[in-house]
């Protein structure tokens, strides 16, 4: 039906059409976990520019699902121990303009909470100049020594 010029020509248009739509980063599910996989620290981020009192700045917004966590016990119960490194790069990911570092520990008092999807929720705010960034967190578990990362652009 297209011939053989007509089908190279329709692969083209589709290969470049995919190379020049939007980037993963660029979707609406951006800094969200789409697949649940177990031994992960799974985690969902969401980061927002704001001014507040004419400072400009960037909101971002944490959700780590104890499920996802390795808990030890402890005298009290469950504890589990997660690390989180924001960076902050330039819109093109090439160049590191911050990097911060958060330690959190998650205390339950049963087994059963640490197999509750709830997530812990975090929010930090970060002042930034005025740009475009790209947003990277990796989340660590202390516990298993395995890391997510999500990115999202701003």
């Given at each position: 039906?297209?011939?053989r010029r007509?089908?190279?020509?329709?692969?083209?248009?589709?290969?470049?059409?995919?190379?020049?739509?939007?980037?993963?980063?660029?979707?609406?599910?951006?800094?969200?976990?789409?697949v649940?996989q177990?031994?992960?620290?799974?985690f969902?981020?969401?980061?927002?520019?704001?001014?507040?009192?004419?400072?400009?700045?960037?909101?971002?917004?944490?959700?780590?699902?104890?499920?996802s966590?390795?808990f030890?016990?402890?005298?009290?119960?469950?504890?589990?121990?997660?690390?989180?490194?924001?960076r902050?790069?330039?819109?093109?990911?090439?160049?590191?303009?911050r990097?911060e570092?958060?330690?959190d520990?998650?205390?339950?008092?049963?087994?059963?909470?640490?197999?509750?999807?709830?997530?812990?929720?975090?929010?930090k705010?970060?002042?930034?100049?005025?740009?475009?960034?790209?947003?990277?967190?990796?989340?660590?578990?202390?516990g298993?020594?395995?890391?997510?990362?999500?990115?999202?652009?701003?």
């Amino acid at each position: 039906m297209y011939g053989r010029r007509g089908v190279v020509v329709l692969l083209l248009a589709l290969t470049v059409g995919a190379c020049l739509g939007p980037s993963r980063l660029d979707k609406p599910d951006a800094g969200r976990t789409t697949v649940y996989q177990p031994g992960l620290p799974n985690f969902d981020m969401e980061a927002v520019a704001t001014l507040r009192a004419g400072q400009p700045g960037l909101d971002l917004y944490l959700g780590v699902p104890r499920v996802s966590l390795v808990f030890t016990r402890s005298d009290s119960g469950y504890r589990a121990v997660y690390e989180t490194i924001v960076r902050l790069l330039d819109e093109r990911g090439r160049i590191l303009r911050r990097e911060e570092a958060f330690t959190d520990t998650v205390l339950t008092a049963t087994y059963e909470a640490t197999q509750d999807f709830r997530a812990v929720l975090d929010k930090k705010r970060f002042d930034v100049a005025p740009g475009a960034y790209l947003v990277e967190v990796t989340v660590i578990d202390r516990g298993s020594e395995k890391e997510a990362v999500r990115q999202q652009r701003v």
